[in-house]
T-cell receptor, first 115, second 113 residues
Framework: AQSVAQPEDQVNVAEGNPLTVKCTYSVSGNPYLFWYVQYPNRGLQFLLKYITGDNLVKGSYGFEAEFNKSQTSFHLKKPSALVSDSALYFCAVRDRGGATNKLIFGTGTLLAVQP | KAGVTQTPRYLIKTRGQQVTLSCSPISGHRSVSWYQQTPGQGLQFLFEYFSETQRNKGNFPGRFSGRQFSNSRSEMNVSTLELGDSALYLC????????????FGPGTRLTVL
């Protein structure tokens, strides 16, 4: 079965420092991976996706993610964190088994950026 | 272009009642998916519709049902509400089925008393 894991419930980082939010995956076949962000009382906003191609994927708001097949990881990164980046981040994998948009989400990581 | 809209945004019901939630996808999008978000279970897939057909269903009891109309708008219904149904219900729309990103609405916060 497809799954993703986010090992950290919370990540704390100072404004201006680089940030990393970790995600590992377990899939059969080639993974289709996504990152979403959720601000309080809001829905999820798409940040970026990996389908195929370059292992470094660039997304919205200066975020990028690195796909690492050997380590089965898809960590989210940003070179310089902003206080406004504080939010809940979800890693997701698209389910297999035919044409579907079904996403399987990780448990989420709360990012707190201190000024 | 308007985003995904969900109505109502907040809802309070009592146990045993039923509820209907509505989702209007982005114009031109034909795929709609529903997710339930709770602190304990996280984000869980409910169902997926494309061109009025349910393509996929999550592991939820039969009290949870949905449908999609010819204009791609979708509704989900929960009958005989239980306390555990309290959650944020999110709708997501996509152009089609496959590798397209999904765009989420703000959600409907359902509280069951």
């Amino acid at each position: 079965a497809q799954s993703v894991a986010q090992p950290e419930d919370q990540v704390n980082v100072a404004e201006g420092n680089p940030l990393t939010v970790k995600c590992t995956y377990s899939v059969s076949g080639n993974p289709y991976l996504f990152w979403y962000v959720q601000y309080p009382n809001r829905g999820l906003q798409f940040l970026l996706k990996y389908i195929t191609g370059d292992n470094l994927v660039k997304g919205s708001y200066g975020f990028e993610a690195e796909f690492n097949k050997s380590q089965t990881s898809f960590h989210l990164k940003k070179p310089s964190a902003l206080v406004s980046d504080s939010a809940l981040y979800f890693c997701a994998v698209r389910d297999r088994g035919g044409a579907t948009n079904k996403l399987i989400f990780g448990t989420g990581t709360l990012l707190a950026v201190q000024p | 272009k308007a985003g995904v809209t969900q109505t109502p945004r907040y809802l309070i019901k009592t146990r045993g009642q039923q509820v209907t939630l509505s989702c209007s996808p982005i114009s031109g999008h034909r795929s709609v998916s529903w997710y339930q978000q709770t602190p304990g279970q996280g984000l869980q897939f409910l169902f997926e519709y494309f061109s009025e057909t349910q393509r996929n269903k999550g592991n939820f009891p039969g009290r949870f049902s949905g449908r999609q109309f010819s204009n791609s708008r979708s509704e989900m219904n929960v009958s005989t509400l239980e306390l555990g149904d309290s959650a944020l219900y999110l709708c997501a729309s996509s152009l089609g089925v496959g590798n397209n990103e999904q765009f989420f609405g703000p959600g409907t916060r359902l509280t069951v008393l």
